[in-house]
């Protein structure tokens, strides 16, 4: 049994509220008796809101299934916030049934400073930079030409220039994947798993708080991984992959001062 807060069938409150026009008010948040659910309140509201409809009636009773009310909360979200949806030229283009913007693939983009905790090539790279610049993309790979390895080596990337990404992925092992080498580069903490059948909200706020027990070292959030340190600077994120002289680490260190001065 998973342990979380109760709730009510809010697929059953839509259902009212789109067939019969019955929306029924004083359930969000759910009435509480001294720290525990007030069930009799909770009937007498839905009773009075269904009583003017012929047959229907409230039936106190308990019932033991598997309730899951994930697809009516993604629904719920496209349709309180079509707006948000309209903005995104894929998703305008795909609701139009033509494209109204500019997808070209750019011939070059700026490259700017590219941070690699794991080797790539050019096609790669230059997925990579095309990702941290916002260019729109398709990446084609048959399986073991490395699309997991991009990806990785795009979120470490984007997170070295202050950006979120959502990651998203039909299969699970996908996810799991790019997880994994997340954390074998030692930025495992800064990943916040958000919908699986073990996101409940105990775990998001495990990870949460795992994060924020994180030390702060001298102005720097400083992780150790297997392969790199990892220090972060307000949204900016630096990555160092260990092993490779002392150069590169005193050019990261100058970098690291520079932001910092830049920030002060």
Known sequence: MRDEDAQLNITL???LK?????EILGLDPLPTDDHVLDLPKIYAIIRHAVMDLSGWDVVEAGIIGNFSF???VMW???HNHPDMLWRSDIVRSLINGAVDWDCKIPESVDTDEVYLPITVDASQLR???MAAAGVSFVLHGSPGTGKSQTITAMIANALTKGQTILFVAEKMA???VVQKRLEALGIGDFCLELHSNKATKKSVLDQLKKVLALKYIGGFW??????CFFYCIGNSVLLHETGKGNIQRNLLYSKVRRLWRERR
Do not use: K, P, V, W
Not at 18 to 22: T, V
Not at 222 to 227: I, K, Y
């Open 13 to 15: 409150l839509e259902f």
């Open 18 to 22: 789109q067939n019969y026009e019955i």
């Open 70 to 72: 994930s697809q009516f």
């Open 76 to 78: 719920n979200d496209i």
């Open 127 to 129: 997925a990579i930079n």
């Open 174 to 176: 996908a996810l799991e």
């Open 222 to 227: 400083r992780l150790t991984g297997n392969r």
